[in-house]
């Protein structure tokens, strides 16, 4: 049974650092691309982070880019994202997400067929 579990959300002050990670199991994860997604109140499902989407290459959404590292341990079966410099309007409940790379079409591709976790509450706040 294919699983995924973030874990390291929490409440930072702006400026701060989270690291956030995606464990699987029931499947090998280097095989798939795994991305981050994060939904704000009100606010639909945003994809701001993948590794293994395009040729191998990392992506970061405009909004992350620069303050955002996604990397993977494969040897752990783990993804990690890795925020700085957050921001208030980085608060969110933050997903991760996996699809066999060849399967991946775009974001839409794991909001219709990915396996997705549960989710990790990030605040941003003074």
């Known amino acids: 049974q294919v699983k995924l579990v973030e874990s390291g959300g929490g409440l930072v002050q702006p400026g701060g650092s989270l690291r956030l990670s995606c464990a699987a199991s029931?499947?090998?994860?280097?095989?798939?691309?795994v991305s981050w997604f994060r939904q704000a109140p009100g606010k639909g499902r945003e994809g701001i982070s993948c590794?293994?989407?395009?040729?191998?290459?990392?992506y970061y959404a405009d909004s992350v880019k620069d303050r955002f590292t996604i990397t993977r341990d494969n040897a752990k079966d783990t993804v990690y994202l890795q925020m700085n410099s957050l921001k208030p309007e980085d608060t969110a409940i933050y997903y991760c997400?996996?699809?066999?790379?060849?399967?991946?079409?775009?974001?839409?591709?794991?909001?219709?067929?990915?396996?997705w976790g549960q989710g990790t509450q990030v605040t941003v706040s003074s």
């Open positions: 029931g499947f090998t994860l280097d095989s798939y691309a």
């Open positions: 997400a996996a699809l066999p790379k060849d399967q991946v079409d775009g974001p839409r591709s794991f909001l219709d067929f990915g396996s």
């Open positions: 590794i293994g989407c395009k040729n191998g290459n990392t």
